[in-house]
T-cell receptor, first 113, second 112 residues
Framework: DAGVIQSPRHEVTEMGQEVTLRCKPI?????LFWYRQTMMRGLELLIY????????DSGMPEDRFSAKMPNASFSTLKIQPSEPRDSAVYFC???????????FGEGSWLTVV | KQEVTQIPAALSVPEGENLVLNCSFT??????LQWFRQDPGKGLTSLLL?????REQTSGRLNASLDKSSGRSTLYIAASQPGDSATYLC???????????FGTGTRLKVLA
């Protein structure tokens, strides 16, 4: 299995630009998570989908952030407009059943200048 | 609000030493607990998962224990090797919500 696939791996963008991060979960997994990792705050859960439906988005920092899961094999996390404080590593993860072993992608390293 | 703490934040040991990493959580109403390894520039890899009804899990040189009542878990690494150098994170899954709450990790360095 290819694992959780994220793109892009690295992105540098200017403040105010729109950023779209993409994720393909492991086939057959029905739970998908978006996390953000920074040195100051560690790993923070942004949003959690189950069967393509957003279950908990309480971690989404503000309205500039949005996430979609149009089908079982694809999800996006969008930041519009981006700000320097959004610079972080964004991880997508999936699990077969919510609460079971969770598998992470390699992350998308975002720098907003 | 569930809080997960890992102490120490960093640890340096000589090769061959047995070591213990600690994880504590404030709310015992958890569904399970997982230990992860993260190498620099990489994602997290799940090492062990302990269900709330279990006391421990073993995989090779790794043994993880869980004491729900005291809100503690330990990860025991036997005969450490330089290849074990990484950051180790624990995460608890909240009952009813299945949200994973992560600790801040212990950065381990095993010296050759």
């Amino acid at each position: 299995d290819a694992g959780v696939i994220q793109s892009p791996r690295h992105e540098v963008t200017e403040m105010g630009q729109e950023v779209t991060l993409r994720c393909k979960p492991i086939s057959g997994h029905n739970s998908l998570f978006w996390y953000r990792q920074t040195m100051m705050r560690g790993l923070e859960l942004l949003i959690y989908f189950n069967n393509n439906v957003p279950i908990d988005d309480s971690g989404m920092p503000e309205d500039r952030f949005s996430a979609k899961m149009p089908n079982a094999s694809f999800s996006t996390l969008k930041i519009q407009p981006s700000e320097p404080r959004d610079s972080a590593v964004y991880f997508c993860a999936s699990s077969f059943v919510a609460g079971n072993t969770i598998y992470f992608g390699e992350g998308s390293w975002l720098t907003v200048v | 609000k569930q809080e997960v703490t890992q102490i120490p934040a960093a640890l340096s040991v000589p090769e061959g030493e047995n070591l213990v990493l600690n994880c504590s959580f404030t709310d015992s109403a958890i569904y399970n607990l997982q230990w992860f390894r993260q190498d620099p520039g990489k994602g997290l890899t799940s090492l062990l998962l302990i269900q709330s009804s279990q006391r421990e899990q073993t995989s090779g040189r790794l043994n993880a224990s869980l004491d729900k009542s005291s809100g503690r878990s330990t990860l025991y690494i036997a005969a450490s090797q330089p290849g074990d150098s990484a950051t180790y994170l624990c995460a608890v899954t909240l009952s009813g919500t299945y949200k994973y709450i992560f600790g801040t990790g212990t950065r381990l360095k095993v010296l050759a």
